[in-house]
Nanobody
């Protein structure tokens, strides 16, 4: 089992730059892929960004490219999402997730373990 706990969400003004964190516990000896996903009210959950075990491979949704940066600190079992120039359409619950089978995956359905989510609300 893998447990994930997100933090860093809240009410942010448009144009703000919060950073989300995700602490991973459990099977931390495995080399697993991690990702950030989000779900806005009335919408399906979507990929925001993913990162490989080494950190050398990342991918981003087109809507956040150039504004968000994903990173990870394996020594401390933590993943981050630096969010810059937030827009109202970034309002959503943000989830971190782990794929314990692959060292990296760009596919939402391959992530088996999920955190509880952290709400990010962007005010204009």
């Amino acid at each position: 089992q893998v447990q994930l706990v997100e933090s860093g969400g809240g009410l942010v003004q448009a144009g703000g730059s919060p950073r989300l964190s995700c602490v991973v516990s459990g099977r931390t000896h495995d080399k697993y892929g991690l990702g950030w996903f989000r779900q806005a009210p009335g919408k399906e959950r979507e990929l925001v960004a993913t990162i490989s075990w080494s950190g050398g491979t990342t991918n981003y949704a087109d809507s956040v490219k150039g504004r968000f940066t994903i990173s990870r600190d394996n020594a401390n079992n933590t993943m981050f999402l630096q969010m810059n120039r937030l827009k109202s359409e970034d309002t959503a619950v943000y989830y971190c997730a782990a794929d314990p089978i692959r060292t990296w995956s760009p596919t939402l359905t391959e992530y088996d373990f999920w955190g509880q989510g952290t709400q990010v609300t962007v005010s204009s």
